[in-house]
């Protein structure tokens, strides 16, 4: 995966008591919070900035001390993500309107990136028609998730995790050759290595990405491993096709079938 991330922040002073309340405020009312525009540079490598009123004359602006706004924007240049840095590791994640400076959704994650996250990193695959994108929070061994989130008339309708429905096409292939039962098998790590919009009659995604069962490779355990390329269809929200590959397995002291 292509790590690619804005190396721009500002350091957080913890004295400003203000700033976590505004950030809470975000979240509650659900409003476009922002009076200024966000400033891009365009065609050159300044860093970007989102921009926040200060809560109070004197006081810092949040999200300008606190949030980090990523450098992949939607083609259309009006939809982006920010994350926070480190010392609001907490905090969540947010979908962005560059163009109107409104805070449009939290990412639906259970653990948002953060700037310097160990183990972690950020990509987002924008469709060419920037109604969708799919965005990936990277884990240790597998994405901690993996987000279609669609847009329409400038707000998120919808969040769905892919991760899921990959593993379900990644563990009745291990259970085969495991002889487990299918609810006991899963991938040990899964790693993303394509991300490509298809358009046409409708908006799909392939997504291309290989599984195995013992990313350690301990020899007292079992070895799967397979490439899946699946295939997401936007306006049906389900996979409408996938293909395993390369589908290996090499059972402990045993030789590879």
């Known amino acids: 995966m292509i790590r690619n991330r804005c190396p721009h922040y500002f350091t957080f002073a913890k004295k400003h008591f203000a700033v976590w309340v ?14 200024e525009p966000c400033r891009l540079a365009a065609a050159t490598d300044e860093p970007e ?10 006081y810092p602006d949040p999200f300008e001390i606190g949030y980090i706004l990523f450098d992949t924007f939607s083609p259309n240049k009006q939809f982006g993500i920010i994350y926070p840095n480190r010392l609001l590791e907490e905090s969540p994640d947010f979908i962005v309107d560059l163009k109107h400076s409104r805070i449009l959704a939290v990412l639906e994650t259970g653990e948002p990136y953060f700037e310097g996250k160990n183990h972690g ?6 469709a060419p028609n920037s109604s969708a994108a799919v965005i990936e929070n990277s884990g240790k061994w597998e994405p901690i998730g993996l987000l279609l989130v669609e847009l329409k008339d400038g707000k998120v309708i919808l969040q769905t995790d892919l991760l899921d429905s990959l593993n379900k096409i990644f563990s009745p292939a291990i259970a085969k050759a495991q002889h487990s039962r299918v609810e006991d098998s ?4 899964l790693d993303i290595t394509r991300v490509k919009w298809k358009t046409g009659k409708s908006l799909q995604v ?3 990405c290989e ?3 013992n990313p350690k490779g301990f020899e007292e355990e079992s070895s799967w491993y397979g490439e899946l390329t699946a295939v997401w269809d936007v306006a049906q929200r389900k996979l409408v096709r996938h293909q395993l590959a390369r589908v290996s397995f090499h059972a402990a002291g045993r030789k590879e079938q």
Do not use: N, R, Y
């Open 121 to 126: 990193d950020l990509a987002a695959h924008w």
């Open 211 to 213: 599984g195995s069962t």
């Open 186 to 189: 899963a991938v040990g790590e």
């Open 22 to 35: 505004t950030l809470g405020l975000c979240l509650l009312i659900g409003e476009g919070i922002l009076d």
């Open 49 to 58: 900035e989102f921009h926040g009123p200060p809560p109070h004359p004197g």
């Open 206 to 208: 392939e997504i291309k």
